[in-house]
């Protein structure tokens, strides 16, 4: 139950009552475990970013092992990474419109708990302090609008996705051009962790190829293929294929980019030509992998190795039994990594051979 922890006492009142289920919430803690803390942000009530921040970090870690032990039984899944500080770590936020589409100049806010009403702050404990201005400035949003993404360079400069421009995040060594209208992690200290264990498959693999689908500004490419002689990227932003161009240029490495879909694209790019010894890496948005890509990947055939990046294990679990299911793989490993501190999501990065 939302707000509870295991081993508590709770008093609920019942807000729906179904044939196989209650849903309620609660009204005491009556009997609190011992991880339980009091929750530090004053709006936690209301808005609905967090989901953990009434239990100890630890705990939290703890309750985020034990859900992927249960969504994947018998599995070989390695120690969750922790982020070095559950608060403070996010370099980019949205906020959403809070009246009725206006041409008047407003703050902004989070989508509260009830997925309905905004929660205006004046401040998160999540984001980076050098966000906090954005959180007590009005905007102006046209009316097709109903939110704002704010992002920080790795200068501390703010910049939105209402921008055409371009801008650098360094993610531990490297300094990567990324554009605000992209999509780049949100925890810099625990993608580097991520790469890195990235890197630790691909060098065990040895490839003579790599591929990086969904893959942004290039940040596996980058960090954790650099050695892999040939590179191929699928990426459908047009802002992040530009970025990924300057990437490679700056780098003086040949990377083979595809503008297009990885669901499409990737199969008529991997059926064109023999590939020698190959690594795929995969990072799709929440919603997972399109059923047919899915099945291709999992086909005999297809690449030796895949790296699966998910920020969803319901959807990563879904697309699995899919990839698994002609019996051509098998999940070697699952990695979870804490890039979202505080709140219900887990990263996971799985190696499937």
Known sequence: MPGALPGETVSVRITQDKKNFLR????????PASGRVRPPCPYVSHCGGCQYQHAEYAEELKLKEAQLREILPGAIIEPIVAAADPYGYRNSVTLHRTMAATPRAQRLGFIGR?????????????ADERLSAVFQTKFQLDKKTDHMSFKLSESGEIVTDREERFYRVRVGPESLLTSPRGFFQNNLAVAQRLAAKVKEWVDRAGPEVFFDLYAGPGTFSFLSARQVPEIYCVEDNRHSVEALKMNAAERGMNVHVVRGRAERDFPRLYAKRSFGPAVACVD????GLAPELARFLGAPGGPETLIYISCDPATFTRDLKIIMAKGARRLVSAAPFDMFPRTKHIELAALIV
Do not use: K, S, Y
């Open 114 to 126: 009830d997925n309905l009403t905004p929660a205006v702050v004046d401040r998160c404990l999540l």
């Open 284 to 287: 799709p948005p929440r919603q």
């Open 24 to 31: 309620g919430e609660i009204v005491e803690v009556t009997g």
